[in-house]
């Protein structure tokens, strides 16, 4: 029995988030023979966004498409909640006309207040705590270029942020090892360290680059400044020096690592343009695998409702 809604990674048990893999999979392979999936016919998604999004918006959108649904995007400053109207009264309106919500907001307890007040499924497109939908893409590639992810070694370079929080979880619920490498100050929330470690994870936090990268299976980076963050973006350029991705790190790591990376990326700060675009690199394959992944979610929440 899925969970109603998808507010954290940790919200799929190890199984879930498997079997949501092994759709996802299915459905792309379906989709590469143009098998068209309809599942979802008459069915509505709507989609809040707080914050800007290429991805996010067009891969749910494009999903609930071809799912046979349809998806309404709803900038929040243009609907009634820009103008006051409570998150919870706009949950419960919602959940009369539509089947599931995704919502990208700024703070957490956004996400929280939809699914406390909706009927229907609500999704977490990203908020300042986390990003689960992109763990999923994440999940799926990992698997597509390793095959399995026990073991795996797993090293973060960069902000301890919404995606790194997701990460920590999902490594530990699948077994892969991670190291997250961020300047003192911007380690990630001790809670998801605390949670990872009660799920059995291997979660190792330092502030050295070289170290988390060694020998790694998977390099994984995020932008230095944040939707949110940008008040502190000078600050942020001075003080993520030194936690860039370049050759010389993936030199550090296996000779058949790959190179993540959610995106949109920043040439030259995060990661360097010859890796981002390199060999080791499986950035489009994981935006692509946003569709899939979610695709699969959908129908897991959305189908039996
Ligand atoms: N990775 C990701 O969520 O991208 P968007 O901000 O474009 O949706
Ligand atoms: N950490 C980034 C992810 C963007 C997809 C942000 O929150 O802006």
Redesign the pocket.
């Known amino acids: 029995m899925m969970p109603k809604d998808l507010l954290s990674i940790s919200d799929l048990t190890r199984e879930e988030m498997l079997q949501l893999i092994d759709l996802s999979a299915e459905l792309k392979e379906k989709r590469g023979k143009r098998h068209a999936q309809t599942p979802l016919i008459n069915r509505s998604l709507a989609m809040i966004f707080e914050k800007p999004s290429t991805r996010t918006r067009v891969s749910f959108e494009v999903a609930m498409t071809e799912l046979g649904g349809h998806a309404l995007y709803l900038n929040s400053a243009d609907l009634q909640l820009g103008r006051s109207e409570t998150v919870c009264d706009t949950a419960m309106v919602l959940s009369r006309y539509v089947h599931a919500i995704i919502a990208r907001v700024y703070s957490h307890e956004t996400v929280r207040e939809l699914a406390k007040c909706a009927d229907i499924p609500v999704i977490n497109a990203?908020s300042d705590a986390e990003?689960p939908c992109?763990l999923l893409a994440d999940l799926l590639t990992i698997r597509e270029r390793k095959g399995d992810f026990q073991g795996l070694r797993v090293a973060w370079i960069g902000d301890g942020?919404?995606?790194c929080n997701s990460l920590i979880l999902a490594s530990a619920i699948t077994g892969m090892r991670l190291s997250v490498a961020c300047p003192t100050g911007y380690e990630p929330d001790q809670a998801m360290v605390g949670h990872a470690r009660e799920l059995g994870g291997d979660v190792v936090v330092t502030h050295d680059p070289v170290e988390a990268a060694a020998g790694a299976d998977v390099l994984y980076t995020?932008?230095w400044v944040?939707?949110g963050d940008e008040t502190e973006e000078q600050e942020r350029l001075r003080d993520f020096d030194g936690f860039q991705i370049n050759d010389a790190l993936l030199n550090r790591a296996k000779p058949d690592c790959i190179v993540l990376h959610?995106l949109p990326a920043h040439r030259g700060k995060e990661i360097t343009g010859e890796v981002l675009e390199g060999a080791h690199s499986a950035v489009l394959d994981q935006a692509e695998n946003r569709l899939h992944v979610q695709k699969a979610l959908l129908v897991m929440l959305m189908a039996e409702r």
């Open positions: 990203l990003h992109q942020n919404n995606v995020d932008v944040s939707m959610c």
